[in-house]
């Protein structure tokens, strides 16, 4: 319950932030547990930034999972960070901290990283992938996900 409130307090910490502030992205793709690659579960992510600067962004994360066909949704805590190396293809890494609604409530974590292709100055097209932890049942899952990033 602890980490469930911290995850609640964390999210309502951008609340008072203005809305001309923020930022958004849409994410895509699909969830694997990594023991097993053969089934290929349904996963849509998207952020609702604070950009501290350019480069890191903090926020909150809502999305859809099917994991092993049992639908979850999950809530967190989210950072982004562009890393410096390149002008329109910049590395990133994204980090996630919550709790997935559903059948199987439980703590989750995401760590990864991926690709900002800039299309301008407001608008990007993201790659990403990595690994996500569940904290109950002990799984690990690889995502890979494809969408867009609205800097406002």
């Not at 600067?53 to 092993?68: H, P, R, S, T, W």
């Not at 199987?104 to 991926?114: K, L, S, V």
Request: hydrophobic letters at 45%.
């Amino acid at each position: 319950m602890k980490k469930f409130l911290t995850a609640i307090i964390f999210a309502l910490a951008f609340v008072a932030v203005p809305a001309s502030a923020f930022t958004l992205d849409a994410q895509g793709g699909f969830c694997n547990r990594v023991s097993h690659m053969g089934d290929f579960n349904m996963s849509f992510y998207g952020h609702l930034w604070y950009p501290i600067d350019q480069m890191v962004f903090a926020g909150v994360g809502i999305g859809y999972q099917e994991l092993d066909n049992v639908g979850l949704m999950p809530l967190s805590g989210s950072l982004w960070v562009r890393l410096p190396i390149g002008r329109t293809v910049l590395p990133i890494a994204t980090g996630d901290f919550g709790y997935l609604f559903g059948k199987d409530n439980q703590m989750f974590w995401r760590a990864g990283g991926g690709l900002d292709i800039k299309n301008g100055d407001n608008s990007s097209i993201i790659f990403s992938t990595g690994y996500q932890f569940l904290n109950h049942s002990g799984e690990g899952y690889w995502y890979l996900q494809a969408g867009i990033l609205i800097e406002m």
